[in-house]
């Protein structure tokens, strides 16, 4: 059993930053890639962030530039680093772990920008 664990969401003013976290944990045998998605009501999941299990990332086109996705194998945990939000990145922000064909989802955590 796979799980995922967001945390970091919160209410920020346009301008600021955010740090979100994904804790993962259980036993998966081959390399996986990870990334966080976001969604708000009435839209599509939109995809954020990846990372391959080699470390390589891509984002969205509307947060290039502005966000960045890193690891800490130590800790299990992956990262995006949000700086200069804006409001339209008011969503739920889900992470998620590819390994083969599965995917896992975490629980998602509400990050909303707003003065």
């Known amino acids: 059993q796979v799980q995922l664990v967001e945390s970091g969401g919160d209410l920020v003013q346009p301008g600021g930053s955010l740090r979100l976290s994904c804790a993962t944990s259980?036993?998966?045998?081959?390399?996986?890639?990870m990334g966080w998605y976001r969604q708000t009501p009435g839209k599509q999941r939109e995809l954020v962030a990846i990372?391959?299990?080699?470390?390589?990332?891509n984002y969205a086109d509307s947060v290039k530039g502005r966000f960045t996705m890193s690891r800490d194998s130590a800790k299990n945990t992956v990262y995006l680093q949000m700086n200069s939000l804006k409001p339209e990145d008011t969503a739920v922000y889900f992470c998620?772990?590819?390994?083969?064909?599965?995917?896992?989802w975490g629980q998602g955590t509400q990050v909303t920008v707003s003065s």
């Open positions: 998620n772990l590819k390994w083969g064909s599965y995917d896992y």
């Open positions: 259980g036993t998966i045998f081959s390399g996986y890639g």
């Open positions: 990372i391959t299990s080699g470390g390589r990332t």
